[in-house]
Structures are given as structure tokens and as C-alpha cells.
């Protein structure tokens, strides 16, 4: 009998190794060509063979990433708070917001390299772009979002205006926030990367871009993987830090596996 | 700031000394004079509360039974200074409330806890917003929690909690900053109708022991009969004072008194004064 638990960990781990076993040996047989599809262990050797490159890179990305993600998050909660609790700001901002993301925000990218320059700044701006709106309308929906009688019974105590904000309103939408930044982080990281698409002299982008015109695959796809790695470990994270900080939220969120219909 | 922790410490003792004072007569403490409330909707004004006057002295216990959409609520709402009132005005202790009345504690039908909280910093939120001295009220709140039985879960989230237990919090929060007043809005209403008999006889033991004054809305006549010194019965929309009637069954009361016959005359007078507005009908 095998656990639930183990379950969870033994059975998508069967389809990817399964999944591998079917490309290396297709690699092996030749199916494919090389250059096309290289083989799973070649991959490996190439990747490991230049780990301090492909390291050295990604910390490039990595940095472009949480800059970009940083100022989200800055940016993102204050002007979430702005739309709702200051109407004419709301009325005059947010049909802009809303406009904004009509536009694909990659085609602004080229725009944003001219304004300023190859450099760290246009990237970070670049990811920032991205990443920025599902942490403003996160914000604003989890600090609109709260009971009024959970206000009044900080306000029947005397609670001033910012007392409210620090005691009952954020707090109350930092679940929300967190929700905003998981999905903004793995955003910021596909900012930094176009950015690089498009002018870079290292960065993953640039590594990724070398690699496809020297015909190099395999250490393409070791740059895949670096970049699957950088997602895992950011998303893993932020995991981390909500845990940390809302303990009492994540205890009551649903779990994988949770029937929906089922009673507690 | 040393003189926080004395000027809190100290108010504390003048609120006790003045309530250990006159014995017998009862100071009216809540006046509320011809309070009214109306909303402005689509459709033209709603009546919510027709103009309402409500006397409560000092440490009695008043209740309000009516009909659902009464203004009980609305009422209780404008007491507490978190509604102004469209006409009229309301004074506490002398003074009137013209924003939050700070000396005051609020149980709302739902706990109302902020679930971000463990149970204690859930109860001493009064405290921290009134910058009271915390070690002082933390020792008051240990105790309170003691009172209703929550030794040992302190360090609980609400989520951990039953929903009596998550009420009983939320009576400790409204009592820790030691309000002289306290205003409970169908406070036992979700509970099963044995941790309401439970919860009923603890805030007896509570309000006699710490002497409060006592605004309580219910939609139970039976409740409001064992736990009032006075209950108030209101009329359907817009709200209006129908009938008060006082209870005199001696205290302390225990259940038995809910078998007595003088506890069954107080429910039915309530009852029928509800069935000639036509709220309870007869088949």
C-alpha cells in the first residue's frame, strides 16, 4: 500500500522520468537530429560543463527579475490603496490602468531600451512593466475587500484613519497581495528575459540568444532549464515568505487534493 | 511616556470608584432623544428608524426584541456613535456622541475577529488602538479569558477555534479596556441553543461581577426576559418603541427561573404585545 503522500511525489515523478527515458532514447536512435533535439544526458554534460557561465548569467536575470519585482511591489500595494480609498484618483487613474493592459506590454520594451538605454534600468523598468498589475488590482481588491463590522470594531475603540489601515485593512489583504505577487514574480522574470531578447550583453536572454546562433542546443536547453529553475525556486519562495508571515492563512487555504464540495 | 501607563492605571480606579458610589438609584448613563434614521436610496428616503427615544441608567440591563428590520441594530449602531443619526442626538454619561464612543464595548452577532491575530492580541486590539499601558490590560485580559473557560488558547488563531469559543473572544475584546458600557448586537445568535444557554448565564456572571451597562439586542424573548432588567420591545419598519417592560425575577438568576411562572408571564406579555402588531400570529 502506498500512502497518500507518497503518492503525490511518486506519481508525477514516474511521467517525467518516463517522459525523459522516451526523448534520450529517441535522441540515442537518432529520430531526431541533434541539433534539433539533443539528448537528455547531453544536455546535462553540456550544462554542467559550463555551469559557471550559465550560473553567471542567470544571476544577471536574477537580479533584472527582483529589481523589476521589487518596484512592483512598491509601486503596485501603494497605488492599489490609492484606487480605493481616494475616488477622484480611481475615477481619473484607473480606466487609464485598465487601457494600459490592452497593450502588449512586450511591444513597449524596444520603446523603453531607446528611453533608457541597454542597461540595468531599462530591463528592471521592462520587468517591472510586466509584473506590476496583478499586484495593484490585488491590492486594491484585498484592501476593499474587508467586513465593514471589522472595521467598527476597531473604529467603536477609537481607532484613528491610519490605525485602521495598519490594523484592518492591510493586514486583511495581505493574502490577496501575496496571491498578486506569485503571479507577478514569475511575470517579472519573462520581462527580464525579453528584455534581454532585445539588447543585452549577458542575462540568460543574451546566453539563450549565443547559443541558438552557434547552433549550440544543448546548452539552449541548459538555459531552458536554468530559467525553470529560477521560476521554481522564486515561486518556492514566496511560498516561503507567506508561510512566514500568514501563518494563519495558509493553514486555511485549499489544499491540493481538497473536494470543494466536501464539508471541512 | 510615563504618564500613559498612570493616566491609564488611573482611570481604571476613578471608573470603579465611581461606580462603587452612589448605590440604589440609577443614573441614566445612555440617553438617546428622538433618534431617527432614514436612508437615501434610488427609490426616494427610507425609514429605517423612526424617531426613538431610549433611556438606559447605569448598570442596567436593557434589551431590544423585535421583528428582523426593525433599527434594532441601527439604533445600537447610533449608540455607539458609528452612524450619525439623521435627527436627534445621543448623550453618554453628559457627553454627546457626536464620533466612536471610545467607553464602550461591541460584540456584533459575528466574532468579528481579525483572524491575522492570535486570540490574546485579539482581545487586547482595544488596548493597543487606546495606547493603554499592555502589560496592565494584558494581565486584565488573561484574566477575562480565564472567566470564560480559554485558559491554554491564547496562542490560538481564530480558525482553531469553535464558534462559541470564537464569541467568547470576542466578549473579552469589548471588556478589556474595562468599558463602563457595553453594546452586544444579537451576540449569541449564531450559536447552538446550548452554548447560547452556556454564554447567557456567563454574561450574567460577567455584567454583576464587573457592574456594566448593558444595551442588548436579540430576536430571542426568553433570552432577553433572563438576562434584562428592562426589555424593550420594537415595532416593524421603520422601528419604533413599542412597549418597555421591566423585569423584576431576582438575581442572580439561574435556569430554573426559565421553568418559574413568573418568567413565563414576562414572555408571554412580550408575545402578545409582538402578535397585536401582527409580528406573531396565531393560527
Known amino acids: ?264 | 511616556m510615563i504618564s500613559d501607563g498612570a493616566s491609564s492605571g488611573m482611570s481604571v480606579r476613578t471608573r470603579e470608584a465611581a461606580i462603587a458610589q452612589p448605590d440604589g438609584a440609577l443614573q441614566p448613563l445612555v440617553e438617546a432623544i428622538e433618534v431617527s434614521k432614514r436612508y437615501r436610496t434610488q427609490d426616494g428616503t427610507i425609514a429605517a428608524l423612526d424617531p426613538v427615544t431610549l433611556v438606559i441608567g447605569e448598570r442596567e440591563f436593557t434589551s431590544i426584541v423585535g421583528p428582523s428590520g426593525c433599527g434594532k441594530s441601527t439604533l445600537m449602531r447610533i449608540v455607539a456613535g458609528l452612524l450619525p443619526p439623521t435627527s436627534g442626538s445621543v448623550r453618554i454619561g453628559g457627553v454627546t456622541v457626536d464620533r466612536p464612543y471610545v467607553g464602550a464595548g461591541i460584540v456584533f452577532q459575528d466574532p468579528t475577529l481579525y483572524e491575522w491575530r492570535r486570540v490574546l492580541e485579539n482581545v487586547l486590539l482595544p488596548v493597543e488602538i487606546q495606547r493603554l499601558d499592555r502589560a496592565v490590560f494584558r494581565r486584565r485580559a488573561l484574566e477575562l479569558l480565564d472567566l470564560v473557560g480559554l485558559t491554554g488558547f491564547e496562542r490560538k488563531y481564530p480558525f482553531e477555534l469553535s464558534g462559541g469559543m470564537r464569541q467568547r473572544v470576542a466578549l473579552c475584546r469589548a471588556l478589556v479596556h474595562d468599558p463602563p458600557l457595553l453594546l452586544m448586537d444579537e451576540p449569541f445568535a449564531a450559536l447552538d441553543a446550548l452554548s447560547r444557554e452556556q454564554m447567557n448565564l456567563e454574561l450574567q456572571d460577567l455584567c454583576s461581577r464587573q457592574r456594566k451597562t448593558v444595551l442588548f439586542i436579540t430576536h430571542s424573548i426568553p433570552e432577553a426576559v433572563f438576562l434584562s432588567d428592562c426589555v424593550v420591545v420594537m415595532s416593524a419598519r421603520p422601528g419604533r418603541i413599542g412597549a418597555t417592560i421591566p423585569i423584576a425575577l431576582p438575581r442572580p438568576r439561574t435556569l430554573d427561573v426559565l421553568g418559574t411562572s413568573e418568567f413565563g408571564r414576562y414572555t408571554s406579555e412580550i408575545r402578545s404585545i409582538l402578535a397585536s402588531w401582527g409580528v406573531l400570529r396565531a393560527r
Not at chain 1, 484618483?89 to 502588449?104: D, E, K, M, R, T
Not at chain 1, 524596444?110 to 491590492?139: D, Y
Open chain 1, 1 to 264: 500500500m502506498i500512502s497518500t503522500r507518497a503518492r503525490a511525489w511518486l506519481y508525477p515523478l514516474t511521467t517525467v522520468t518516463v517522459l525523459l527515458a522516451v526523448w534520450e532514447l529517441a535522441a540515442r536512435l537518432g529520430w531526431v537530429p541533434r541539433y534539433l533535439l539533443p539528448s537528455v544526458s547531453g544536455i546535462v554534460v553540456r550544462t554542467v560543463e559550463l555551469r559557471a557561465l550559465v550560473l553567471r548569467e542567470l544571476m544577471v536575470t536574477l537580479w533584472e527579475t527582483l529589481l523589476g519585482f521589487g518596484l512592483s511591489v512598491v509601486v503596485g500595494v501603494p497605488l492599489g490603496f490609492a484606487l480605493v480609498s481616494w475616488r477622484a484618483f480611481n475615477q481619473a487613474v484607473y480606466p487609464l490602468l485598465i487601457g494600459s493592459q490592452v497593450v502588449p506590454k512586450v511591444a513597449l520594451a524596444p520603446l523603453f531600451l531607446l528611453w533608457f538605454g541597454f542597461g540595468l534600468t531599462a530591463k528592471m523598468l521592462i520587468a517591472f512593466l510586466v509584473a506590476f498589475f496583478p499586484i495593484v488590482i490585488n491590492s486594491a481588491v484585498g484592501l476593499a475587500s474587508i467586513e465593514p463590522e471589522k472595521l467598527d470594531v476597531a473604529r467603536a475603540a477609537g481607532a484613528s484613519r491610519l490605525q485602521l489601515f495598519w490594523l484592518a485593512r492591510l493586514p486583511n489583504a495581505l493574502p490577496m497581495i501575496f496571491a498578486g505577487m506569485k503571479v507577478s514574480i514569475t511575470l517579472a522574470v519573462v520581462g527580464a528575459l525579453v528584455a534581454e531578447f532585445i539588447a543585452a550583453e549577458n542575462g540568460i536572454g543574451r546566453l539563450l540568444l549565443n547559443a541558438n546562433g552557434n547552433m549550440d542546443t544543448e546548452l539552449l536547453f541548459g538555459g531552458i532549464l536554468a530559467l525553470v529553475a529560477l521560476g521554481v525556486v522564486l515561486y518556492l519562495a514566496m511560498e516561503a515568505a507567506e508561510r512566514l508571515l500568514l501563518p494563519w492563512h495558509i493553514s486555511q487555504r485549499v489544499q491540493p487534493g481538497t473536494r470543494l464540495d466536501a464539508a471541512p
